[in-house]
Every structure is written in C-alpha cells, then in structure tokens.
C-alpha cells in the first residue's frame, strides 16, 4: 500500500502562488494514479487535478485549468500541485489521493469513490 504526505499549504494573497507537495512511499507507486482533492467549509470534497504514474497523462477539473498543473517527479515519488494566480474561493484542505482501479475511465479521475489511499491534508487560505 502507498502512503501519502502532504505539504506546501499557507495563507497567501489573491494573485500569489503556492506549490503543493505529495510524498508517496510504499510498494508499486507506479502502479497507481494520484489526485488532488480539496474540501472548503461546508462544501464536498472535489477533484482538481489528476496524474497516471506510469504514462504520465494530467487530468484538470474545468474550474481550474490554467491555473493549476500537477506534476511528478519519479525519482523522488513525489506528485506536485502548481497553482497559480490564487482566488480566495481556492481556500480549501488539499487532499492527495492514490489508487489503482483497473481499467478506470480518465473521466472518473476527478471521482472520491476511485482512490483508496489518502493524506491528512494540507490547508491553504487565500485572503483578498
């Protein structure tokens, strides 16, 4: 199983920019497919951004594209989250989320039920 730590979340101004950080470890990380995720008060969780390990194909909700690219670095097994020109509706816990179901459409990357692994979350708090 992998485990996931994440990290790179602060408070930041609207405009400015932040790079989220997840640590995989664990056995077959290549095997698997990450995910952002995040979660603000009172709202459900939603997928942001997806990565397959292996290919390295990216996946984008439409609320974000061109202001967040995740990446990965596989020397480190570590995924990456760019977001830029941050908008205080970004304030969120961001979730970094691992699984590996065969065969799962790339339009269900962006889907809570297809990750079995998840971090603690790391907060970021955009103010205006």
């Known amino acids: 199983q992998v485990q996931l730590v994440e990290s790179g979340g602060g408070s930041v101004q609207a405009g400015g920019s932040l790079r989220l950080s997840c640590a995989a470890s664990g056995y077959s990380y290549s095997s698997y497919y990450l995910g952002w995720f995040r979660q603000a008060p009172g709202k459900e969780r939603e997928g942001v951004a997806s990565i397959v390990i292996r290919s390295g194909s990216t996946y984008y909700a439409d609320s974000v594209k061109g202001r967040f690219t995740i990446s990965q670095d596989n020397t480190k097994s570590t995924v990456y989250l760019q977001i830029n020109t941050l908008l205080p509706e970004d304030t969120a816990m961001y979730y970094c989320?691992?699984?590996?179901?065969?065969?799962?459409?790339?339009?269900?990357?962006?889907?809570?039920?297809?990750?079995?692994?998840w971090g603690q979350g790391t907060q970021v708090t955009v103010s205006s």
């Open positions: 989320a691992a699984g590996r179901r065969p065969g799962l459409q790339a339009l269900n990357l962006m889907s809570n039920w297809a990750y079995d692994r």
